[in-house]
């Protein structure tokens, strides 16, 4: 059996509107230019500090205005679930994956609480045995220390260890834990190469198969 571990933004769900409507909430405030759906989805990858410091720089803002934008932001994030879906085939690839006895965990630089209240309003937060969120550890992806901590938290016999992203986050996540890496090509990679994966695929539909080709 194999331990799956999967990012979250991008790759099982579209949240970029969700994330758009938070951050224009403070743009609102500040009189400062909104964020395209473009922007949101180019600004996020790397947790909620790089995203702010990519908004402070894009709008010209005063530096000295991020941690009370990164408070403000956080406050205001686990809320914001209305507008996020899960891409398609993403529930019955994970109830598939999950009936054929793999493990399946999340590692996201998303904070875990946000992470839970978005999979919890999704119905998906049971899916997974290990949810690993950007404020578990004090590091974020791309260091490889959450996602092996992903990893060791699913127990269980295992003979395969698999991580599937969409980003060159992820696949230099992947690269430097030593793990293969499967790309969702659909979410929110910055280019269109350039990225070390074993896998790629557009449709969740393929998932459960392409895990059985590594077993």
């Known amino acids: 059996m194999a331990r799956l571990v999967f990012d979250l933004d991008g790759t099982l769900i579209d949240s970029a509107p969700d994330i758009r409507v938070v951050a224009n909430s403070l743009m609102d405030e500040l009189g400062a230019p909104q964020l395209s759906l473009k922007e949101t989805r180019r600004f996020m990858g790397e947790g909620v500090p790089v995203f702010v410091d990519r908004m402070i720089r894009t709008r010209e803002l005063d530096p000295c205005m991020k941690p009370r934008l990164v408070e403000k932001f956080l406050a205001r994030y686990e809320s914001a679930v209305d507008h996020t879906h899960p891409y398609p085939g993403v529930p019955e690839a994970l109830a598939a994956l999950a009936g054929a006895g793999h493990r399946l965990g999340l590692c996201t630089n998303k ?67 030593d793990v293969p890496f499967l790309l969702f090509t659909e979410g929110y990679r910055k280019g269109q190469g350039g990225m070390t994966c074993q896998a790629a695929f557009s449709d969740f539909t393929r998932l459960p198969e392409i895990v059985t080709t590594f077993a």
């Open 111 to 177: 904070p875990v609480g946000p992470a839970r209240a978005i999979l919890r309003h999704l119905a998906l937060e049971d899916a997974f045995d290990a949810i690993i969120g950007g404020d578990t550890l004090d590091c974020r992806k791309p260091n490889p220390a959450p996602l092996r901590a992903a990893f060791d938290r699913l127990d269980g016999p295992c003979t395969l260890q698999l991580y599937i992203g969409d980003s060159e986050t992820d696949a230099e996540t992947a690269l430097r834990a």
